[in-house]
């Protein structure tokens, strides 16, 4: 029996013995009850006093309680697997019994021998492999009498468990909010809006255990919203229940029971480990391998996850704790992936297949076509695809995007170039501008732009460094809604995202930069020597000019396009 999470639900007991097993299993939610009662009081519980009250936190990371061993009997077991049905009562019930698909392109493409095979969750009713689990907890915790009318659902997510929650919530008529960090694509955040949830966004770079993180947040929402429920999907014996009963079910049924390698992207970690338990029961000499990005720490061995990389763009796998329904001993070998091949191969599955797939598709394709290598031909990979392409319209879908995050160069783009795309910035003679120190008050600076005629300016520190921009209508409607006052310093009103080329870089580039920005800050790298050894000398980011998007009429004899009818001009005129 699979006993990971928090709250553990009955399933449905189907056939002869119904009354008994349900018997049985309530005897031991109710010894499970009141296990987890003394462990609210005990140290796995962190208790932290805010004012005067008390917030209840319970870690997400805790050693699982799980009892489940290779081999045991079936007869132990709470699984279930229901019919297809034909017609269906609502669309929840359109959620699993997802297509296997075969590959055809990408495996010649690699000298693949073996037969390559993608479970397609993006089939799923709310686009994802996390329906499964959503659907799982929400129908458990109703089960268990936990989850009532008119309670609130509360969850920490990278997205996709809050898109598959939000779809149950707005079905069975629950309240839902969903806490997401800020790195999570807008498509996301649209789709909940339209669900009906509520939004809560978090810092990406607060760690899980911190006040500010997406669990911590989490949690205090539930201690202050009255009838409100985490379900937890880092500890929620239901998240990998739901991939044992069904997924790998469904896997063994479209294989024939023969499957040789299964590849899966890991996050929470419950999609890999209740797929791979249940494989492993059926094809003892299969190879589960785990795929986890750099910059997380779930892989093993720990000298596996040793990189100075702490973020990465890839959403919806890796984490830094390892979730309680993570069990890492069915896995038996762990590729560590970057980002640059995840959206390579992401594109590629869309060029090639025809597969609308997400990021996380790519990583877990991209593992699967270098670990299926030493299979032979007639053996079988199934690689899960987790999502599809609809939350990343504006990411790895995108050319700009691409470019400015560094996966692609403006050179390996399919467009017509103009005469000028291979001019580098070097040859615009650029100078600097006017720079504002942080300490100027807001004041004293929209005099000076207003008398310079600027509208925008960038600030930096005494030696050079660049912390933001700022511009003239920003500052004034900051200073009417009260926001800030006059007299503060402008580093409360900077904007502390922006684009960035370099003197080296073609016009190219800072073309697709301009297709969506205003501006772009041209740097450079400048060595600061301060008696250190030469080995050691940092490098620092040192701001020299900024660059427009300037109309200049006489300039249209080149084919510039249309948003960039261009002379590239610094602020300080000649």
Known sequence: MLWLGY????????????????????????????????????NDLENTVTGTEERQWIRPDLPSRCTWKLGMSSAESPHCH????????????????????????????????????????????GGSVKDRISLRMVEDAERAGILKPGDTIIEPT???????????????????????????SMEKVDVLRALGAEI?????????????????????LKNEIPNSHILDQYRNASNPLAHYDTTAEEILEQCDGKVDMLVAGAGTGGTITGIARKLKERCPNIKIVGVDPEGSILAEPEELNMTDKTQYEVEGIGYDFIPTVLDRSVIDKWYKSNDEESFAMSRMLIREEGLLCGG??????????????????????????????????????????????????????????????????????LCAPITVLPSVNI????????????????????????????TLGNMLSSVLAGKVKA???????????????????????????????????????????????????????????????LTLSHFLISPFPRYLVLLLLSLFHH
């Not at 698909?101 to 095979?117: Q, S």
């Not at 790895?396 to 000028?420: A, E, H, I, Q, R």
């Not at 870089?505 to 969506?516: A, F, H, P, Q, V």
Request: charged residues 20%; hydrophobic residues 40%; glycine residues 6%.
């Open 7 to 42: 709250v553990i639900q009955p399933p449905y007991f189907g056939g002869l013995g119904e009354e008994l097993a349900r018997n049985m299993w309530h005897r031991v939610v109710g010894m499970l009850s009141q296990v987890e009662e003394k462990q609210l009081c005990s």
């Open 82 to 125: 229901s019919a297809t049905m034909l017609i269906l009562p609502n669309i929840l019930r359109r959620i699993g019994d997802t297509p296997l698909v075969r590959m055809n392109k990408i495996p010649k493409a690699f000298g693949l021998k073996c037969e390559l095979l993608a479970k397609c969750e993006f089939f799923n009713a």
């Open 158 to 184: 990278s997205g996709n468990t809050g898109i598959g929650l939000a779809l149950a919530a707005a079905v069975k008529g629950y309240r839902c909010i969903i806490v997401m960090p800020e790195k999570m």
């Open 200 to 220: 809560v966004r978090t810092p990406t770079a607060a760690r899980f255990d911190s006040p500010e993180s997406h669990v911590g947040v989490a949690w205090r």
């Open 360 to 429: 996380s598709s790519g990583t877990a394709m991209a593992a699967a076509v270098k670990m299926s290598t030493e299979l032979k031909e007639g053996q079988r990979c199934v690689v899960i695809l987790p999502d599809s392409i609809r939350n990343y319209m504006s990411k790895f879908l995108s050319d700009n995007w691409m470019c400015d995050k560094g996966f692609l160069t403006p050179n390996d783009l399919m467009v017509s170039k103009s005469w000028w795309w291979n001019l580098t910035l070097q040859s615009l003679n």
């Open 443 to 470: 004041k004293k600076t929209i005099k000076i732009l207003k008398e310079k005629a600027f509208d925008q300016a960038p600030v930096v520190d005494e030696s050079g460094m660049i912390l933001g921009m700022l």
């Open 487 to 549: 007299s503060d310093p402008v580093s409360k009103v900077l904007y502390k995202q922006f684009k960035q080329v370099r003197l080296t870089d073609n016009l190219g580039k800072l073309s697709r930069i301009l297709e969506t920005d205003h501006f772009a800050l041209v740097v450079h790298d400048q060595i600061q020597c301060k008696f250190t050894p030469p080995s050691s000398l940092p490098s620092t980011l040192i701001f020299l000019s900024f660059s427009l998007p």
